[in-house]
């Protein structure tokens, strides 16, 4: 899954937001300098990837993509099942949209010192686009897909996504619904384990 839906599935415990959005950036066992929470959201992060990754209904999303992608077409679902979630995202929070995206974005502008150097850069990005909220609309996406397919320096073509974004629309919603239901499920259990464990 991608950020939104990460900082979602944290359950608004700022740490373990923090922890489930800087996980990217931790190899190996490098969170042990963090505190209790964050560790539980790095491992929360883990658990869901590897639980996503494997999931019949994203499996099903990526047959949907054009071949051209590659590798690259689980990191577009991921884009796309954040612009779902967005979009939806009455049907999930009682918490609107702007407020939540306002509260994440001013918490990772005050916690940013301390987290690694590219969540640090990411944090600034994702700042100054107002990329979370921008989430819910369309030409938020397409200007993510964009970006990503720069990095790529164009070997991703990903870039050419929002044609299957707009082709298939109905689709990758109806897949993003049943799956996420089962996503919440699985993280609010996880989530105990985890701090249990830690």
Do not use: C
Not at 7 to 17: C, E, G, T
Not at 26 to 34: A, L, M, R, S
Not at 71 to 88: P, S, W
């Amino acid at each position: 899954m991608n950020f939104l839906a990460h900082l979602y599935l944290s359950k608004n415990n700022p740490n373990i937001m923090i922890g489930n959005f800087i996980a990217d950036h931790i190899k190996g066992n490098n969170y042990e300098g963090f505190s209790k929470e964050i560790q539980q959201g790095i491992f929360l992060h883990r658990a869901i990837d590897t639980y996503t990754d494997a999931h019949a209904l994203v499996r099903k999303s990526k047959r949907r993509l054009h071949k051209r992608y590659g590798h690259y077409g689980g990191v577009i679902i991921d884009i796309f099942y954040d612009y779902f979630l967005a979009k939806n995202w009455a049907k999930y929070s009682e918490i609107p949209f702007d407020v939540f995206t306002d509260a994440v974005n001013k918490m990772f502008s005050e916690a940013s010192d301390g987290l690694p150097i590219k969540s640090q850069e990411f944090i600034q990005y994702m700042i100054a686009y107002n990329l979370l909220f921008n989430y819910q609309f369309e030409d938020g996406i397409e200007k993510v897909l964009n970006g990503m397919n720069q990095r790529t320096k164009g070997k991703s073509k990903m870039n050419l996504a929002i044609e299957d974004l707009k082709e298939l629309n109905k689709e990758f919603e109806e897949d993003f619904m049943l799956f996420f239901e089962d996503l919440r499920n699985f993280s609010d259990q996880k989530l105990k384990e985890i701090k249990k464990t830690l």
